[in-house]
């Protein structure tokens, strides 16, 4: 018997994915399996892969949009194939996107290039920002880990690599950048 499966995604974990789970049981989602992961890649999103990996010819998994799915076009792309091979509907409760129509696949195809583009202008915003703070002397990236003076300090003392990374708890190739400079 054919299974209506949902997949619920947030980006981080103090998002919540209340909505999502009430809309996909709502569409008739039996089994909704959940993450809180970021959607630019499929990368460690194991419950994504649980469900791909389960879902049998003549099953649907329901997202409520496409962008909980994944946020680029080779991802969406790469799962869309995938489920097509094993028979698998791929629905929206909020976009008219259903894999078992050339309409529906037409439109997910289009969504997919808006949710890349999205995450590329997210990405360019942000860029832009951390420019404009590090010209304005408010951003200074990451305060530095390694004490840089305690590394010379070490070396002029005779010890080698190997040693002061092992006293100070840092990798050899740190040790090295900063004899280095």
Do not use: W
């Amino acid at each position: 018997m054919a299974q209506i499966f949902g997949y619920c995604r947030v980006s981080t974990t103090d998002q919540d994915l209340t909505i999502q789970e009430t809309a996909l049981r709502a569409a008739g989602a039996t089994i909704i399996r959940s993450e809180k992961k970021s959607g630019t890649t499929t990368n460690g999103r194991d419950e994504l892969a649980t469900l791909i990996e389960f879902a049998r010819a003549g099953d649907t998994i329901m997202v409520t949009r496409v962008d909980r799915l994944a946020r680029s076009i080779a991802d969406l792309a790469q799962i869309v194939r995938t489920l097509e091979s094993k028979g698998v509907h791929l629905k929206a409760t909020e976009q008219p996107i259903d894999t078992g129509s050339a309409a529906g696949k037409a439109f997910l195809q289009m969504l997919g290039v808006f949710a890349e583009f999205e995450t590329n202008l997210r990405r360019e915003r942000q860029l832009e920002g951390i420019a404009k703070a590090k010209a304005d002397g408010v951003y200074k990236g990451r305060k530095a880990t390694i004490d840089a003076d305690r590394v010379q300090e070490l070396a002029k003392g005779g010890m080698g690599a190997s040693e002061i990374a092992k006293v100070l708890g840092i990798g050899r190739a740190s040790v090295y950048r900063y004899l280095k400079d």
